[in-house]
């Protein structure tokens, strides 16, 4: 006799679990493009590489009525423009605020509904809150976004589907400033994100502490000014996502 009772109970468990580890595998698969290198080599769009003689300047997890408008004041002395990817809670919770992103010139985009982590497969979740973001833009500054960030850069398949549901083309970055740490300074800023900065590149930072350490924006505003030199000095404008001729 082939196996008895625990051969069929582990056979039966195999046979349960193995779609449910198929699940989650194509769930979190795709969020390997959140290595940087492995996403510069293979994925260049998303990655946010556009035209060489750009750099696109992108900013997370806003709008804020303390620091955000701290940081439009410093982009119009800059004479800088940038893509603001915000937060559907934070669009609906200051809808003044975002309306008046757009219209001193900068361009939204959808970075989620809440900053959630997207460790569980949660599709129609995805699909619901990328689309809730995404109207609520649109809704208020009467333009239809089109780029999509997902928080903390994890893209799953269930969020790049999402994405691409409601017309948004995902986007990270190639540079970023670790500008969300307690000890991160104007400084240390500039050297994060310089050292990786190549033209055709795209800068990530944040222009509020809703996800990071309390006052960590304050260090990203300071840097702006020599960040913005440093790319003039290399020959390379700064702009928003549509100016920067994405493939």
Do not use: Q
Request: hydrophobic share 40%.
């Amino acid at each position: 006799m082939a196996g008895g009772p625990g051969s069929r109970h582990a056979r039966t468990a195999s046979a349960v679990l193995a779609p449910v580890a198929a699940v989650a595998a194509a769930h979190i698969v795709p969020a390997a493009t959140w290595l940087p290198r492995f996403r510069a080599l293979c994925f260049p769009g998303l990655a946010g590489t556009g035209r060489s003689d750009h750099v696109a300047l992108t900013f997370d997890d806003g709008p804020d009525p303390v620091s955000t408008p701290l940081f439009l004041d410093e982009l119009d002395r800059l004479a800088v423009r940038a893509t603001f990817f915000v937060l559907g809670e934070n669009v609906t919770r200051h809808p003044g605020l975002t309306r008046h992103i757009a219209d001193r010139g900068h361009e939204l985009a959808v970075h989620g509904w809440t900053h959630s982590r997207p460790w569980l497969p949660a599709p129609a979740r995805d699909a619901r809150e990328t689309a809730r973001a995404a109207l609520a833009v649109r809704d208020i500054t009467g333009r239809r976004p089109r780029w999509y960030r997902p928080p903390y850069g994890i893209l799953t398949a269930g969020r790049w589907a999402a994405a691409r549901r409601s017309g948004l083309r995902p986007v990270l970055w190639t540079a970023w400033g670790r500008d969300w740490t307690a000890d991160a300074t104007p400084a240390s800023v500039r050297a994060t994100v310089t050292a990786d900065l190549r033209g055709g590149g795209t800068i990530l930072l944040h222009d509020t502490d809703h996800a990071s350490a309390p006052d960590s924006w304050k260090a990203t505003l300071g840097a702006l000014p020599d960040l913005i030199s440093t790319c003039n000095e290399s020959g390379w404008s700064v702009g928003p996502l549509a100016e920067h001729g994405l493939p």
